[in-house]
């Protein structure tokens, strides 16, 4: 991570609502431009730690680790940070609040939950054990175990070979 992100990274926190707290204006336009993501903790978390297929490098990974190490409440602010950082205490709480935020899109991807698990990167150390019980926290709340994801809209080869 670059020396200036990570001060930017690390002045950052989420005020009691969950939201972004006051950062200096520069150094908000350097994390925008260094991160080219939203500045919204929650969804630079989320960008930077998930699967992308344009852009995926570890980097991305250790920057969205970085981010959650500042900012552990950001798996309290969503179900979808809460799901991709496998975080079973937080998201089970969002859930019992909010039990059809388990199918709500949302995020940088607009992905329901189960994706944000499915596609977290960002973080080696996440067991097993973690993800299942995730998994099953979201499953039990009505979230759909087919949901999908096509890059770009792109129809998978499997699916062309039925109308060849």
């Not at 903790?41 to 992308?52: E, I, M, N, Q, W």
């Not at 920057?63 to 798996?75: C, G, K, M």
């Not at 960002?122 to 054990?129: F, M, P, Q, S, Y």
């Amino acid at each position: 991570m670059l020396p200036e992100l990570a001060t930017v990274v690390a002045c950052r926190d989420l005020d009691d609502a969950g939201t972004a707290g006051s950062v200096d204006a520069d150094a908000q336009r350097l994390f925008d431009c260094v991160t080219d993501a939203p500045a919204d903790p929650v969804d630079t978390f989320l960008r930077l730690g998930c699967l992308s297929y344009e852009d995926d490098r570890p980097e991305r990974w250790a920057e969205a680790l970085a981010l959650l190490v500042a900012q552990p409440r950001i798996t309290q602010a969503s179900v979808h940070t809460a799901a991709a950082a496998a975080d079973i205490p937080a998201l089970r709480a969002l859930l019992a609040a909010d039990p059809p935020a388990a199918r709500r899109e949302g995020g940088p991807y607009r992905w329901e939950p189960l994706m944000y698990l499915a596609y977290a990167r960002h973080d080696a150390n996440v067991t097993e054990a973690k993800t299942v019980a995730s998994a099953r926290a979201l499953l039990e709340r009505g979230a759909d175990p087919n949901v999908g994801y096509l890059w770009h809209g792109m129809i998978g080869a499997e699916v062309l070979a039925d109308f060849a």
